[in-house]
T-cell receptor, first 112, second 112 residues
């Protein structure tokens, strides 16, 4: 089954404790992206990647890092999480940049 | 379930009626549009897309209409069913920007 998977689905952590949210897709897509979704603000792009070892900032990259060492995986790293990073995070992938994207199920992150 | 927007516009329809969800997009240079459906606790799911050289496109029980003159997009759902309850949002690809820009969404509720 074609899908984007994310782990964990739910995470509660404390300020400053480094964490990684994993994302994997099995569709051989070149383009992958991370979004956060907040009430009243909609989906905002954090980072995106056009291929292995090619990443770029989205609209809200501050406080986040990403890596793309393999085509299928695109982890999101929070080196020192803060409460304003409490949000719902989605990973997405697509064949072509800027077109139909397939989303993962989401990761609900709470930073206390 | 997950809350994707505390103050989203809401549309309530009777089961079996047709639903029309509207979206105003921002950039006259946008050349590709998508409608997504997001059910509680899930990631956004692709419904239908349309390119700017088209005015209308039909899928299974859904139709998207594009009015470039007033920068307006609509999603029509025929014979609305309980499973159609979700948040619906549009996304636009601004030509040259190579990314999708998402709208805030509309919550569709179905009355039995």
């Amino acid at each position: 089954e074609a899908q984007v998977t994310q782990n964990p689905r739910y995470l509660i952590t404390v300020t400053g404790k480094k964490l990684t949210v994993t994302c994997s897709q099995n569709m051989n897509h070149e383009y992958m992206s991370w979004y956060r979704q907040d009430p009243g603000l909609g989906l905002r792009q954090i980072y995106y990647s056009m291929n292995v070892e090619v990443t770029d900032k989205g609209d809200v990259p501050e406080g986040y890092k990403v890596s793309r060492k393999e085509k299928r995986n695109f982890p999101l790293i929070l080196e020192s999480p803060s409460p304003n990073q409490t949000s719902l995070y989605f990973c997405a992938s697509s064949f072509v940049l800027g077109y139909e994207q397939y989303f993962g199920p989401g990761t609900r992150l709470t930073v206390t | 379930g997950e809350s994707v927007g505390l103050h989203l516009p809401t549309l309530s329809v009777q089961e079996g009626d047709n639903s029309i969800i509207n979206c105003a997009y921002s950039n006259s240079a946008s050349d590709y549009f998508i409608w997504y459906k997001q059910e509680s606790g899930k990631g956004p799911q692709f419904i239908i897309d349309i390119r700017s050289n088209m005015d209308k496109r039909q899928g299974q029980r859904v139709t998207v209409l594009l009015n470039k003159t007033v920068k307006h997009l609509s999603l029509q759902i025929a014979a609305t069913q309980p499973g159609d309850s979700a948040v619906y949002f549009c996304a636009e690809n601004i030509q040259g920007a190579q990314k999708l820009v998402f709208g805030q969404g509309t919550r569709l509720t179905i009355n039995p």
